[in-house]
């Protein structure tokens, strides 16, 4: 499974990037919504995360954009970001493809979200 990773902050994106390779899955990195918006352009991905807030191009424009693509516009679609009790309120998000995470998330419990989010009642089943 191809995941893209967004995220302005190169700690944050090396220490989750790690964590995702470790559970075993393929890891797109990118350093803000536009070059984000590149990758989705050239690769196939499974499952976006972004934060909100980036420069050139932040989150919720780079959700837009995948939105308006063809190969995108029902791919999971997970807002990561410090800020959630600000954008909980103000973000349209649709239940079945869209959600939003507080960055304080646990990597084990990132790992645990995301393999639901993939693989559902069989998360626990692959390898």
């Not at 984000?36 to 995360?49: K, Q």
């Not at 239940?95 to 993939?118: H, M, N, V, W």
């Amino acid at each position: 499974m191809d995941i893209l990773l967004v995220d302005d902050n190169p700690d944050y994106l090396d220490i989750v990037t790690d964590a995702l390779k470790l559970g075993g899955y393929s890891v797109h990195s990118a350093s803000d919504g536009a070059q984000g918006a590149e990758l989705l352009e050239s690769t196939d991905i499974d499952l976006i995360i972004s934060d909100i807030r980036m420069p050139r191009l932040d989150g919720i424009k780079l959700h837009a954009f995948a939105r308006e693509t063809d190969r995108y516009k029902t791919t999971k679609f997970v807002f990561l970001t410090g800020l959630k009790e600000y954008y909980s309120s103000s973000l349209t998000l649709n239940p079945a493809q869209d959600y939003l995470l507080d960055k304080t998330i646990s990597l084990r419990e990132l790992l645990r979200f995301i393999d639901g989010l993939l693989f559902g009642e069989h998360r626990e089943a692959w390898v």
